[in-house]
């Protein structure tokens, strides 16, 4: 128990999915004080935030950091824009509602990288357990809107579902009979374990008043007035943890509390926790802050003048996203509506008879990959050994022999005189990292994704477009576009193959953040990279957790958010059954 009610037994910094799903839980106990730090505001009536056609209306605004990526050295130092949720709700908040949970084989793989219980059965039950289903009335049958018995939930606090923004009639045939001519089956329900096939994906939304379903409607306002043991700080940011002058008897570092600074005050204050602190401050944030309280990596806290407490390299390394862009195609309908088509591609759809040439030239070029993303990253923060055994990991994983992982996705956005197809390489073998570069919180980490840092992901981006112009070329969506609005066939000239040098230049102009990145304070095995455990806690601390999206073992082929939720609901139980984990 704690002294009194300024100490609470949880501090949780960032109220995103991740966040609220622990402060949901954990405080379901009245005899356990939890305190939620969130930097940013409530937004229960921002229409940005709840209507179901705001997506996009929300970015660049008060409630997303909007942050600055690094100039990435491969795309000729550009940098970019890397939206990120600030509120309440965190990214659910800005998002786009996309529903699309995993491949069954990436989750299993996650048990071997040192986590013992961490298999898609066991998520499987916390994406059911926490999802509240709200089956599609006929008229949305016949849109396109499927799923299969058993694979979603009823009674949980994620409302999915869809919309009656539905893309008008005739869509979903339209595209799901060029899928078939295409050689990619329907798969009625993605979010069963396997994701390949075309299929239509359901929202995070409320279906019958029609608004959207973030983090916050679904796991605080509902009980916001029911919990006088949770506290919610809002427009406060956590500037760093706290540390006990002693040690444990292992000689972990012990959290007692976090500094915190609130929008309207630039005193610094202390908050304190008895039991644990806990980062949910999303991948681009919670290794920033284990570096300000002194856990990373020597070689970059030295030289900003912070003194390591833990020496624990892997923070902030392993950072990876996704390659965004699209190909677009006049179109003499008007479509309406709003789309939720996707063709999720394996890498036999994507190179098909070129598949084993090109894995062996991946196998050949491994070692080389390892030593680039070494020679990348800050002194000693990874090794050959391990990326190259990452590296493959991944490798065997996509290009198994009847490998189901999916490589790329294609998201079909029918519209005004337009189609277009936005895709995006799933599982990019280039690897950067997040780190700090000043002493001073308020300052954003320096974002180094490593976009197109090995040639091989250029290599597959350019031939998931090649495919992209095929579907266009085939009947019968062919029969509904006329020419190609972008790239257009003077930039990319149509016969050009995946490894034409005008692909290549033209995806390092085009190139977009897909805003999943991952794996910033890897759950691992600390010897393979990893900061922290099963259970979330930080090698070389006693009491303190990351959980976000951050942990991710490996990037997913899903969108995130589904799979967030449902992480932070097991390590959340984990916490709750007393398991403090190593
Ligand atoms: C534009 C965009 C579109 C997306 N579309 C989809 C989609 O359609 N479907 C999907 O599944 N996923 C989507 N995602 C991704 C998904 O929303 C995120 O991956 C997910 O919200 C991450 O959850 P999290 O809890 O890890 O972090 P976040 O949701 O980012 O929450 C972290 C919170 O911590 C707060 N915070 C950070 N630092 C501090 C600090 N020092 N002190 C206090 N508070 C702090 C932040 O303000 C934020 O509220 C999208 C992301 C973006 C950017």
């Known amino acids: 128990t704690c002294p009194s009610h300024q100490v609470f037994n949880y501090i949780i910094v960032g109220a995103g999915p991740a966040g609220l799903v622990l402060a949901n839980k954990l405080s379901a106990n009245p005899n356990v004080t939890v ?17 179901i056609d705001a997506f996009g209306l929300a970015l660049n605004t008060s409630i997303d950091w909007s942050y600055t990526s690094a100039p990435q050295k491969y795309l000729s130092d550009k940098t ?14 800005i998002n786009g509602m996309t529903y699309l949970r995993a491949e069954k084989g990436q989750i299993d793989a996650w048990e071997g990288l040192g986590n013992p219980g961490w298999s898609w059965d066991a998520l499987f039950k916390y994406y059911k357990e926490q999802e509240k289903f709200q089956v599609p009335d006929a008229e949305k049958v016949r849109n396109g809107a499927s799923f299969e018995e058993g694979v979603h939930g009823g009674k949980g606090e994620v409302k999915v579902g869809w919309s009656s923004l539905f893309m008008e009639d005739g869509v979903f045939e339209m595209l799901r009979e060029t899928s078939a001519n295409m050689g990619i089956a329907w798969n009625k329900d993605p979010n069963g374990g396997r994701m390949g096939g075309f299929s239509t994906w359901p929202f995070t939304l409320d279906a019958e008043k029609e608004i ?9 306002y509902p009980i916001a007035h029911t919990r006088p043991n949770l506290y919610v700080f809002l427009n406060t940011t956590a500037t760093r943890i706290l540390w006990s002058d002693s040690k444990a008897t292992d000689g972990d570092v012990v959290a007692t509390g976090v500094e915190i600074v609130t929008s309207t005050n630039d005193t610094r204050q202390t908050l304190q926790a008895c039991e644990e602190v806990i980062l949910a401050a999303g991948s681009l944030r919670s290794p920033a802050l284990l570096e300000h309280s002194g856990i990373g990596n020597p070689s970059v806290l030295g030289p900003i003048g ?18 965004n862009m699209a190909i677009s195609y006049a179109s003499l309908t008007n479509w309406t509506g709003y789309p939720c088509f ?4 394996t890498a036999a ?6 598949l084993s040439a090109f894995t062996s030239e991946l196998s050949a070029n491994i070692s080389a990959y390892a030593a680039q993303i070494v020679a990348d990253a800050p002194e000693n923060e990874t090794t050959t050994a391990i990326e190259e055994a990452l590296l493959k990991l991944q490798a065997d994983l996509v290009f198994a022999e009847n490998g189901t992982v999916p490589l790329a996705e294609l998201l079909w956005a029918p519209g005004a005189g337009s189609i277009t197809c936005v895709f995006w390489t799933l599982l990019p073998f280039s690897k950067g990292n997040v780190h700090i570069t000043s002493p001073e919180a308020a300052q954003q980490p320096a974002i180094n994704p490593n976009f197109l840092q090995l040639p091989i992901d250029t290599l597959i981006q350019a031939a998931a477009a090649v495919k992209v112009r095929k579907y266009f070329a085939t009947a019968p969506l062919s029969s509904h576009v006329t020419v190609e609005v972008a790239p257009g066939l003077g930039v990319v000239p149509k016969d050009a193959g995946w490894r034409d040098e005008k692909w290549v230049s033209w995806i390092k102009q085009e190139y977009n953040p897909n805003y999943h990145p991952v794996s910033s304070a890897a759950m691992r095995r600390r010897e393979w990279g990893g900061v922290v455990d099963a259970n979330g806690m930080v090698y070389g601390s006693r009491n303190v957790r990351v959980v976000d999206a951050g942990v991710f073992p490996t ?7 589904a799979s967030v939720y449902a992480v932070a609901g097991k390590i959340a139980d984990a916490i709750i059954a007393g398991k403090k984990g190593k």
Do not use: C, M
């Open 35 to 51: 305190a939620v730090i969130e930097a940013g505001d409530e937004q229960y009536t921002n229409p940005n935030v709840t209507r």
């Open 80 to 93: 970019l824009t890397y939206y990120s949720g600030k509120a309440l709700g965190g990214t659910t908040t």
């Open 212 to 220: 959207r379903w973030d983090a916050a409607r679904a796991l605080y």
């Open 306 to 323: 912070i003194e390591t407490i833990v020496d624990l390299p892997s923070v902030g390394a392993n950072l990876q996203d996704q390659p």
């Open 342 to 345: 996707v063709s999720y591609l």
């Open 349 to 354: 759809d994507i190179f098909g008879a070129n």
């Open 555 to 561: 990037q997913i082929s899903g969108h995130l958010s």
